[in-house]
């Protein structure tokens, strides 16, 4: 299983980054998938959460109205759109795999400063 994530980096607050994960190495199609995050200091959080086919979706209540989990079975892939972005967003995300015992991805740096 191999789960690699990219679009992270600096932004200013109030902007908009997104995030992608490739997936290999299992059948993505029949797995649900998540975000998390972890801050400097803090514990690893649920950010959002999404169904294997898309239809079910849940996100924590800090990025609500702000963060869109969303995934293409064609590709593989799982994002997260993230938009208003404000300084206590920042920290490293994961994506996670919810197939078998869990798999995790490298992590990808999200700088939300002035």
């Known amino acids: 299983v191999q789960l690699v994530e990219s679009g992270g980096g600096l932004v200013q607050p109030g902007g908009s980054l997104r995030l992608s994960c490739a997936a290999s190495?299992?059948?993505?199609?029949?797995?649900?998938m998540s975000w998390y995050r972890q801050a400097p200091g803090k514990e690893r959080e649920l950010v959002a959460a999404i169904s294997s086919t898309g239809a079910s979706t849940n996100y924590a209540d800090s990025v609500k109205g702000r963060f869109t989990i969303s995934r293409d079975n064609a590709k593989n892939t799982v994002y997260l759109q993230m938009n208003s972005l404000k300084p206590e967003d920042t920290a490293v995300y994961y994506c996670?795999?919810?197939?078998?015992?869990?798999?995790w991805g490298q992590g990808t740096q999200v700088t939300v400063s002035s």
């Open positions: 996670r795999a919810n197939y078998g015992r869990g798999y």
């Open positions: 190495g299992f059948t993505f199609s029949s797995n649900g």
